[in-house]
């Protein structure tokens, strides 16, 4: 009897061996499916956003003489400040190529250096008056298409593609046309081109010239935006916690209470940004496109996430600390405040950084509330209008000008960044001082 | 705890005095058409002077309206973008509202381009050829004036001198300006040309005109432009229907199709030449000219030759400037702030 047994088992086994293969390898393919997913998603923002990170340079010898500047040496600070250095570039772009002669090819090679950098030379001006009446010879940003062809190493000398090239891949993708990148090739050869780090893409505002523009404004904004996130959810969803979790009674209410709390963790976020719209905007008056109305709407929409996470990391405080310090004689608020909460912090510090950095990444609820705006001035308070990070991957993706492509994924790829480093946090924060009862 | 409710409070109370506060900078609303060339100008105008950047939301032409109209104070925008007039209604409810010194801007045009990939070849099409391959309901091919189902599956059978390539034109959905404008005037231009329609009433005319097909023919591709750039690409049978400046930034991609014998180039729809381009304006709030710093320095700025020229920076972005008299008369205007009467 005991021997058939062992037989059948013996006759199944190969097939139960096999039916476990095959259920292991549906779990690698999966894992393998979507890994491979996350390296194609992350490989195209990063192959197309690390270009965002540098930026090409042109030197030039401009003359800062009353004759290019139209001031004269001695003029206030203010006249000085708004002097003609436009006019300073072209001399020097012209004294530069002195066979350009023709109006329209004149502006083409005017084109080459970005707008922008009259503001540079008048702040270099300004640092130093003494520089006056004087030729330096100055590295100028390159304007975005120049500088798409020179950060990517292209050869200048290739035909474009256009016309009877339009179907030769091997050609250049440009808007420029072989006047200017003959220009660009003998400054290149000349060695007054370089790429260097670009640290306007962390220092300026946006701007509508894709050279210029960069993350700054959006970052501040962001930053603001979580401030007051942080500072009304963590307060307010941690004081719930505690009540609901330690003090609440148990009834009919306590139970509608969790259902509301659980309810509003599943509601879509741009519900919120409606909300804010009517009540902080429409009612109370506040700024539109301000970090303080968008902070508040976050709060709100992070605030079920801190609180079901806190209540988790109350519940795993095991009762035998509450009735070990209650039988030592504390009271019910001291058991919180000494004991349970200190205990629980860890879990519900997690729960916040993960509730935040959810609240970094959202745009929905503040396309309502203004916050989808051109900002070029850093914001200084909460009330200042701002931008966000992901409403400036929005912005930009939407821009005709070629050259935000790779400024959209660069601004991706810092927001990715930070969320990769706040989750690290919580989970680093998990590991170091959870415990285990 | 008390302590953080305690500075909780206190940001609250203060960002609510703050806000009764007057406003520094100038606030903007309006058309995502115009949005490109007004953020432009804020940037040079924020650069160049003294005062604050403006700040420029994109809310869609008739969203800015609405904002721009919901009264006068801090609270409410000094200008908003569009790329349409304001309408009598909007120019009443802001009446109704205490906005009663409006002071309108004609900046310039945008055109629609037709385009297909500079791989494929360009194509030469009537407004009438674009309305037969789009609409829903179309002149029953057989001569007889009744609407039938769009039976058109090539470009030859819309019309046999056209290349026998599928129709598959990609564009923006309804909720778009862009798609109004071309509903307007491509569609309505092409299906005007049918003398029974033309002459039904304006609710069933433009339920024949504006309606595009839903067979997978036409392509929603969404509000992003750059999208639609890209899938023309990738498919050089495609066209696709986007803003001139969306063409203009790629013109080493994409090519304009001729419209009724017309390519979307600059001089033709300054020209007024290209069928399917329209104007755009933006609208300031007199009263708060004083109240809010630089306003009338952005208008000047904006109006300035520099600017809106021929030769200016937003011609340079893609923006078709008016004629040379029309800009004198105009600026001429604006500065001197001459207020809107009323719209008809």
Redesign the interface.
């Known amino acids: 009897m005991s021997n058939n047994t062992t037989e059948k088992v013996r006759a199944s086994l190969q097939k139960r061996y096999f039916k476990e293969k095959v259920f292991r390898s549906i779990g690698v393919v999966a894992i393998v499916a979507s890994l491979s997913f996350l390296v194609v998603l992350l490989g195209s923002i990063i192959y197309k956003g690390y270009p965002a990170f540098k930026a090409s340079y042109i030197q030039l010898d401009v003359t800062l003489t009353e004759e290019t500047l139209d001031v004269s040496a001695d003029a206030e600070d203010s006249e000085l400040r708004?002097a003609n250095y436009l006019g300073a570039i072209r001399t020097a772009l012209r004294e530069r190529f002195p066979e350009v002669t023709k109006r329209g090819d004149k502006?083409n090679l005017y084109r080459l250096i970005s707008?922008g950098a009259e503001?540079a030379l008048s702040d270099f001006m300004m640092e130093d008056r003494s520089r006056f009446g004087q030729t330096h010879s100055l590295w100028l940003l390159a304007d975005d298409e120049a500088d798409a062809l020179l950060k990517r190493n292209k050869d200048l000398t290739k035909p474009?593609?256009?016309g009877e090239n339009?179907?030769n891949k091997d050609a250049l993708?440009?808007?420029l046309n072989t006047d200017q990148l003959g220009w660009l090739q003998s400054f290149k050869e000349a060695g007054e081109t370089d790429v260097r780090l670009a640290s306007t893409f962390f220092t300026n505002g946006d701007?509508?010239?894709a050279e210029q523009a960069g993350i700054r404004a959006a970052l501040i904004g962001s930053a603001y935006t979580l401030l007051?996130t942080f500072?009304?959810s963590?307060?307010i969803a941690v004081?719930a916690a505690i009540y609901l979790e330690e003090f609440a009674p148990q009834n009919k209410f306590t139970d509608i209470v969790e259902v509301n709390i659980n309810n509003l963790a599943a509601v879509p976020s741009i519900v919120f940004g409606l909300l804010g719209l009517a009540v902080f905007?429409n009612y109370?008056?506040?700024?539109?496109?301000?970090p303080?109305v968008g902070g508040i709407v976050l709060s709100l929409m992070t605030l079920p996430t801190i609180i079901i996470s806190s209540r988790a990391a109350l519940k795993a405080v095991p009762p035998s600390i509450r009735e070990a310090a209650r039988g030592l004689g504390a009271s019910p608020v001291q058991v919180v405040t000494h004991h349970v909460l200190p205990l629980a912090m860890p879990g519900i510090l997690t729960g916040t950084i993960i509730g935040l950095a959810q609240a970094l990444g959202e745009t929905a609820p503040l396309l309502m509330i203004?916050m989808?705006?051109?900002?070029?001035?850093i914001p200084n308070?909460?009330?200042d209008?701002a931008t966000v990070l992901p409403v400036q991957v929005f912005?930009w993706?939407?821009?005709?000008?070629?050259a935000f492509?790779e400024r959209t994924s660069g601004a991706i790829l810092v927001l990715l960044a930070f969320l990769v480093v706040m989750n690290l946090t919580a989970v680093l924060l998990r590991k170091k001082f959870e415990r285990r009862w | 705890?008390s302590k953080?409710?305690l500075?909780?409070a206190s940001?609250l109370a203060l960002?609510?005095s703050?806000?009764?506060q007057a406003?520094d900078?100038i606030?903007i609303v309006g058309s995502?058409t115009v949005?490109?060339f007004a953020?432009?100008v804020?940037?040079k105008f924020?650069?160049?002077t003294d005062f604050?950047?403006p700040?420029?939301?994109?809310t869609g032409s008739g969203g800015g309206m609405k904002l721009f109209c919901t009264g006068i104070g801090v609270?409410t925008p000094d200008i908003t973008n569009s790329s349409r007039r304001m309408k009598a209604s909007e120019f009443e409810m802001c009446q109704e509202n205490g906005v009663t010194d409006v002071v309108e801007v004609l900046i310039g045009f945008d055109g629609i381009a037709f385009a297909n990939s500079?791989?494929a070849q360009q194509m030469d099409v009537s407004l009438t050829d674009i309305y037969l391959a789009l609409a829903k309901d179309v002149p029953n091919p057989d001569g007889s004036e009744t609407l039938v189902a769009n039976p058109y599956s090539m470009w030859s059978e819309v019309n046999p001198e056209l290349p026998a390539i599928e129709i598959e034109v990609l564009g923006p959905p309804p909720t778009s300006g862009t798609r109004d404008a071309f509903a307007e005037l491509a569609m309505e231009g092409g299906c005007s040309t049918f003398g029974f329609i033309d002459s039904m009433e304006k609710k069933d005319f433009q339920a024949a005109c504006h309606t595009m097909r839903e067979d997978g023919r036409y392509v929603e591709a969404g509000?992003?432009?750059?999208l639609i750039v890209q899938k023309l690409q990738a498919n050089p049978d495609a066209l696709g229907i986007f803003?001139y400046?969306?063409l203009?930034?790629?013109?080493?991609?994409v090519q304009s199709s001729m419209v009724d014998g017309v390519a979307a180039e600059f001089d033709a729809i300054a020209d007024g030449d290209y069928p399917i381009s329209r104007p755009l304006y933006f609208y300031v709030k007199k009263q708060h000219v004083g109240t809010v710093p630089g306003i009338a320095e952005y208008v000047a700025e904006f109006t300035a030759e520099r600017t809106w020229g021929d030769?200016g920076?937003l011609a340079d972005?893609?923006m078709i400037p008016l004629g040379e008299e029309a800009r004198v008369e105009a600026a001429a205007a604006v500065n001197a702030m001459t207020t809107l009467a009323g719209i008809n």
Do not use: C
């Open positions: 708004r502006r707008s503001y474009i593609r256009t339009a179907k993708i440009t808007r701007s509508r010239e007051i500072v009304l963590f307060p004081a905007i109370l008056q506040l700024p539109r496109s301000a303080v203004g989808v705006a051109f900002i070029v001035d308070s909460v009330t209008p912005l993706a939407d821009a005709p000008e070629r492509t | 705890m953080r409710i500075l909780t940001v960002t609510v703050q806000a009764a406003r900078y606030s995502s949005f490109p953020t432009v804020a940037e924020g650069k160049s604050s950047t700040t420029i939301e994109s609270d500079v791989e509000e992003n432009d750059n803003g400046s969306f203009e930034q790629n013109s080493d991609l030769d920076y972005k893609g």
